[in-house]
């Protein structure tokens, strides 16, 4: 499984390994802060607390959450980090032990825990945002009759991948439509009385909401929303609403 931990690393972040002390332990870094994020090594599985004394794969991980951290040292293959600090790394089995998902999916975590606050704004995962759609300056509640797919102007901090749910104003004053970002960072200068643009991303349509579903008082009551001004995200309870 070392070797797949390796491909998985390659092809996900464009990162080949380093070997500092000249043997096979090797070190994973970021180009830019030059952070670990993965240390692949051979340990004594009677240095790991484990029966037996042959030599066992494994990997050091960062994770940032401290009780997500405190359940993972519950499962099968993941132990307090071997000579790293114990309150944020972790040591995860690569024999077969703990699931190839797993150990990717803790990989990724140990990424963005270690990346600098660009790369991390790269790398995250989607996020759902609610953004503001005025009719008076656009025919909004039409946008959509032609085509699944259109021009949108660019929300700070939105990229590719995104979920977008547009809230149409007074006089309609909710949330009509739910989109995916399909791109974003599309050249496109434009200005007048009401709106400047400096860059576009693209909307395809994913579902449509009626208009007495999530009202501007629906959203006040019930989830807290008292205005939509901008791009902004949505509480937990919001999003798991508009899903269903």
Request: net charge positive; glycine share 6%; charged share 30%.
């Given at each position: 499984?070392r070797?797949?931990?390796?491909?998985?690393?390659?092809?996900?972040?464009?990162?080949?390994?380093?070997?500092?002390?000249g043997?096979?332990?090797?070190?994973?870094?970021?180009?830019?802060?030059?952070?670990?994020?993965?240390?692949?090594?051979?340990?004594?599985?009677?240095?790991?607390?484990?029966?037996?004394?042959e030599?066992?794969?494994?990997?050091?991980?960062?994770?940032?959450?401290?009780?997500?951290?405190?359940?993972?040292?519950?499962?099968?293959?993941?132990?307090?980090?071997?000579?790293?600090?114990?309150?944020?790394?972790?040591?995860?089995?690569?024999?077969?032990?703990?699931?190839?998902?797993?150990?990717?999916?803790?990989?990724?975590?140990?990424?963005?825990a270690?990346?600098?606050?660009?790369?991390?704004?790269?790398?995250?995962?989607?996020?759902?945002?609610?953004?503001?759609?005025?009719?008076?300056?656009?025919?909004?509640?039409?946008?959509?009759?032609?085509?699944?797919?259109?021009?949108?102007?660019?929300?700070?901090?939105?990229?590719?991948?995104?979920?977008?749910?547009?809230?149409?104003?007074?006089?309609?004053?909710?949330?009509?439509?739910?989109?995916?970002?399909t791109?974003?960072?599309?050249?496109?200068?434009?200005?007048?009385?009401?709106?400047?643009?400096?860059?576009?991303?693209?909307?395809?349509?994913?579902?449509?909401?009626?208009?007495?579903?999530?009202?501007?008082?629906?959203?006040?009551?019930?989830?807290?929303?008292?205005?939509?001004?901008?791009?902004?995200g949505?509480?937990?309870?919001?999003?798991?609403?508009?899903?269903?």
């Amino acid at each position: 499984m070392r070797q797949t931990v390796f491909d998985h690393i390659k092809k996900k972040y464009k990162v080949s390994p380093e070997y500092p002390w000249g043997d096979d332990n090797a070190v994973f870094r970021h180009g830019d802060n030059r952070k670990w994020f993965a240390l692949v090594m051979r340990v004594g599985r009677d240095k790991l607390g484990l029966p037996g004394a042959e030599e066992v794969w494994v990997v050091n991980l960062k994770l940032d959450d401290p009780f997500f951290r405190e359940a993972l040292l519950g499962e099968k293959g993941i132990l307090p980090a071997w000579h790293m600090n114990k309150r944020h790394w972790i040591t995860v089995l690569l024999d077969g032990t703990v699931r190839e998902d797993t150990v990717f999916d803790l990989i990724d975590r140990s990424f963005l825990a270690t990346a600098s606050a660009k790369k991390k704004e790269k790398f995250r995962p989607p996020r759902e945002w609610v953004i503001p759609a005025n009719p008076k300056y656009y025919n909004v509640e039409h946008a959509f009759d032609e085509a699944e797919e259109i021009g949108w102007k660019q929300g700070r901090g939105i990229k590719a991948g995104d979920t977008v749910y547009l809230y149409v104003a007074a006089p309609v004053s909710a949330i009509l439509f739910q989109c995916r970002v399909t791109e974003t960072d599309i050249p496109y200068t434009y200005a007048d009385k009401h709106v400047a643009m400096t860059a576009r991303m693209k909307i395809r349509l994913q579902r449509r909401y009626r208009p007495d579903q999530f009202t501007f008082e629906i959203l006040k009551e019930e989830y807290g929303i008292y205005a939509v001004r901008g791009p902004r995200g949505i509480p937990h309870s919001l999003s798991e609403a508009l899903k269903h």
